[in-house]
T-cell receptor, first 111, second 110 residues
Framework: SQTIHQWPATLVQPVGSPLSLECTVEGTSNPNLYWYRQAAGRGLQLLFYSVGIGQISSEVPQNLSASRPQDRQFILSSKKLLLSDSGFYLC??????????FGPGTRLLVL | GQQLNQSPQSMFIQEGEDVSMNCTSSSIFNTWLWYKQDPGEGPVLLIALYKAGELTSNGRLTAQFGITRKDSFLNISASIPSDVGIYFCAGSNTGNQFYFGTGTSLTVIP
């Protein structure tokens, strides 16, 4: 069966510090991978999605970036965090069927 | 990106009551999904709908793909305390990119 992992679960970072969030999927090949941000207002905002290694599509301009160094690994990064980057970051995947499965999320607090 | 209109925004109901919520879009979708999210966790897929008019159940949950393909409905029968959470709809016409509703927060009073 397929599983999706996110690391770390919680992160507290100072403004201006770098960021690296990791998402890995097991039990599937060549998945589509997604990064969402969920603010306190509950809505899910799509940040990036990837249909293959090295292929990244950005949905909104921001100081975040994404990379897909391996088939089942998706990384969300920033060189300098802003206060507004605080939120709940969710990774999701799908493969072959029209649905999306979410990871457990990473809660980021920028102080 | 496109946002789906989900209503109601919040619901406070007595245990045992039935719940109805809906999601509307200005665009036609080929797929509708319903999720439940508990605090501090990722959304969990409840029901997936792939055909206009389709009615699908998952235990006490029933969801319908609207005939116009611009809406979907979720019903929960005989609510219990563990139904508490935020329910999200999501729609897609590509299968790869989904648009999410703003969520319905459900509180069940024992």
């Amino acid at each position: 069966s397929q599983t999706i992992h996110q690391w770390p679960a919680t992160l507290v970072q100072p403004v201006g510090s770098p960021l690296s969030l990791e998402c890995t999927v097991e039990g599937t090949s060549n998945p589509n991978l997604y990064w969402y941000r969920q603010a306190a207002g509950r809505g899910l905002q799509l940040l990036f999605y990837s249909v293959g290694i090295g292929q990244i599509s950005s949905e909104v301009p921001q100081n975040l970036s994404a990379s897909r160094p391996q088939d089942r690994q998706f990384i969300l990064s920033s060189k300098k965090l802003l206060l507004s980057d605080s939120g709940f970051y969710l990774c999701a995947w799908n493969a072959g069927i029209e649905t999306q499965y979410f990871g457990p999320g990473t809660r980021l607090l920028v102080l | 990106g496109q946002q789906l209109n989900q209503s109601p925004q919040s619901m406070f109901i007595q245990e045992g009551e039935d719940v109805s919520m809906n999601c509307t879009s200005s665009s036609i979708f080929n797929t509708w999904l319903w999720y439940k999210q508990d605090p501090g966790e990722g959304p969990v897929l409840l029901i997936a709908l792939y055909k206009a008019g389709e009615l699908t159940s998952n235990g006490r949950l029933t969801a319908q793909f609207g005939i116009t393909r611009k809406d979907s409905f979720l019903n929960i029968s005989a609510s219990i305390p563990s139904d508490v959470g935020i329910y999200f709809c999501a729609g897609s016409n590509t299968g790869n990119q989904f648009y999410f509703g703003t969520g319905t927060s459900l509180t069940v009073i024992p």
